[in-house]
């Protein structure tokens, strides 16, 4: 095909900038109806029936993106991502998250009628959604897929893996072309490996670029940024015939993921033979930073053993502050400095942080406890400060237990005074199982399942891989097809007995509170490895494929859905297997927004509804007041839905 039937084909292209961003993310696929824009339930909405309330919290790292051939929306996702965003063209609102379990994204494909999009995983397996509900379909694509795998090198760098290959400089000739190259120049490919951009054009801050034809080695369309929306370079497109795409590649380090500045590409000239490109804005030239944005580090997020909270600490020196949210009613109840680490008590009442300003390998010197809303700082004894220094709660929050070697220290979360010291013996490597609520510590070593009670070390395991854990309040003891317990109330402990091979090495982290259910390694119809969560009393699958975190009562389990562009949480309920919540951290980190299934949203304290749209397939509606009313959820009544 001549350069000139080839910009033919390029008709009325449309260029979607980078949203250069640290953002979080959309929503995950498991709660189909708050991902998906499906229809759900809504008795009583009217006109606003089947809508569901959709963050516009997606996160970066964009490296490929595909068109509907309809041109209304397309796909943005990254090598290795665990789902893809689908995004109205028109105005750039994410309308739902594509994702499976264990999902890595090398490939994608879309069907000529747009109605079904199809993802390939690096083990080669498919999947398929349908496009206007996200919910699954049949998994055999209609259409080539597109491989994401290299779309983009450095021409020279460090990272041997994103080094532009000699054969694709040599095979192209681009050093010739392009010889003002320079280390760290990006070499972007389209997915059909047929254009690149190759650096810049002139002057870096002319945002000047070009397609560069690699068949024909010509340039296909020159262009020029009529401003700078984000600040970065464009990274990654594709071509569908009608429309270009950019997007950044920076990942989880910049605020600005969703603002988008769309051009739109028209041609003039002479039938045969060159033309001339003119590109016009239509949507977007932005670059809006949330109020209160750090984007100096990244930030770890988790939830509160009982299901309660959401947790903020974790990122590097000079990070913002230890915090936590009630998801009860989106109020921020702990806001700590300076940098630390924290646990929480599992009934939610205590929160202790040990400070690291210097960084994770450095002595700790202070402790911060607030119980109940009332905050105290203690300095830590100079015989505990270490970088070693392990901290645990009892579930009562009354009592804070200091581990360094074979020295153990019992405080009062009320004043900071010891109330009991152990000496563990250096022949016993010791894991802290518990801190009771009476602030007794109980220890395991795991070599010969002896037990730390009362002072001194009791052997207690009686058969071959018999797991010994704390018996809670909430346990009931099984004897099932996977385990037999043996309870052994005066010390505090249960002796679970294994019954089926699957239970052999199965770890404490991987088994309930209430002893009913356990996490156990499968595999899925393509034969990739996965986890399910099944019942103990007769083995059959509670939840496929998940794997997570027990709230200490035992009904529910927390799934952390993260990878390299999005964070979210799940919380599923075990008796009936379905989703009662997802939580992701808003844009600014400074948050969260919590949608249900049916399609109701909660804010943290000081979010925007700016951040929030109604979708339902592919039709999308702003909040207003009328929507506020209906889709905003209230406060819960309890912690534990």
Same mark, same amino acid.
């Given at each position: ?110 069907? *000529? ?5 199809? #993802?390939? /995983? @690096? +083990? !080669? ?8 509900? =996200? %919910? ?92 700078? *929306? ?5 990274? #990654?497109? /594709? @071509? +569908? !015939? ?8 920076? =990942? %989880? ?389």
């Amino acid at each position: 095909m001549t350069i000139v039937a080839r910009t033919a084909t390029l008709l009325a292209m449309a260029l979607v900038v980078f949203a250069c961003g640290r953002a979080n993310p959309t929503l995950a696929g498991e709660a189909k109806a708050a991902a998906g824009g499906a229809a759900v339930e809504s008795p009583g909405r009217g006109e606003l029936t089947g809508f569901v309330a959709t963050p516009q919290a997606a996160a970066g790292g964009n490296q490929a993106f595909l068109i509907a051939p309809n041109g209304s929306w397309f796909l943005a996702t990254s090598p290795r991502a665990s789902g893809a965003r689908l995004i109205d063209i028109s105005n750039g609102i994410t309308l739902r998250f594509l994702t499976s379990p264990g999902l890595h994204i090398a490939a994608l494909s879309i069907s *000529p009628d747009s109605k079904t999009v199809f #993802a390939r /995983d @690096y +083990d !080669g397996h498919d999947v398929a959604w349908d496009a206007a509900t =996200g %919910e699954p379909a049949p998994s055999i694509p209609t259409a080539d897929f597109r491989d994401i795998t290299k779309l983009w090198f450095s021409y020279e760098g460090n990272d041997a893996e994103r080094r532009a290959p000699v054969e694709l400089l040599t095979r192209y000739h681009l050093q010739v072309h392009f010889p003002q190259l320079k280390r760290f120049d990006k070499i972007t490919l389209n997915p059909t490996k047929e254009y690149a951009i190759v650096g810049y054009v002139g002057d870096a801050d002319w945002k000047s670029f070009q397609i560069w034809d690699l068949k024909n080695e010509k340039t296909a369309v020159f262009f020029r940024l009529a401003s700078d *929306p984000c600040g970065f370079d464009p990274s #990654a497109f /594709d @071509y +569908d !015939g009608r429309h270009l795409i950019f997007g950044n590649s920076r =990942g %989880e380090s910049e605020s600005n993921q969703l603002d988008f500045a769309i051009f739109e590409i028209a041609y003039s000239g002479p039938d045969e033979g060159p033309k001339t490109a003119h590109a016009t804005q239509i949507l977007g030239n932005k670059c809006s930073v949330p109020p209160s944005f750090d984007g100096g580090s990244e930030q770890e997020f988790s939830i509160s053993p009982a299901g309660g909270l959401m947790l903020r600490g974790g990122g590097l020196p000079g990070s913002p502050e230890w915090a936590a949210w009630d998801l009860r009613n989106g109020k921020k109840v702990a806001s700590i400095h300076p940098d630390g680490e924290g646990v929480v008590s599992s009934d939610g009442s205590t929160i202790v942080v040990l400070h690291n300003p210097k960084g994770f390998d450095s002595h700790s010197s202070r402790i911060t406890v607030q119980r109940y809303g009332r905050r105290k700082t203690f300095n830590i004894p100079r015989s505990l400060q270490s970088d070693g220094l392990q901290v645990g709660i009892s579930p009562n929050g009354r009592w804070i237990a200091l581990h360094l070697a074979e020295t153990i220290v019992v405080w009062s979360a009320r004043d900071g005074k010891v109330a009991k010291k152990y000496q563990v013996s250096r022949d016993h490597p010791a894991i802290v199982l518990q801190i009771t609520d009476r602030g007794d510590v109980l220890l395991v070593d795991e070599r010969d399942g002896a037990v730390f009670v009362n002072g001194r070390w009791r052997a207690v395991r009686t058969v071959e891989h018999g797991l010994i854990v704390p018996l809670t309040p909430n346990f009931h003891a099984q004897c099932g097809v996977m385990f037999c317990d043996r309870v052994m109330a005066d010390l505090g402990v249960v002796e679970r007995q294994p019954r089926d091979a699957r239970a052999r090495d199965v770890a404490r982290a991987d088994l309930s509170p209430d002893g009913r259910y356990m996490i156990v390694r499968a595999r899925d119809k393509e034969d990739s490895l996965t986890h399910d969560v099944i019942d103990i009393a007769d083995g059959h699958v509670v939840l496929p494929g998940k794997t997570g975190n027990f709230v200490s009562n035992g009904r529910s389990l927390i799934v952390r859905e993260i990878d390299a562009d999005r964070v979210n949480f799940i919380k599923y309920d075990l008796p009936t297997g379905k989703p009662v919540w997802t939580v992701t951290p808003n844009r600014a980190q400074d948050g969260f927004y919590m949608t249900f299934p049916d399609g109701r949203v909660r804010f943290s304290a000081g979010a925007h509804y700016g951040d929030l749209v109604l979708v339902r397939g592919f039709e999308v509606r702003h909040f207003g007041i009328e929507e506020t009313k209906q889709f905003v959820a209230p406060p819960d009544a309890v912690r534990d839905r």
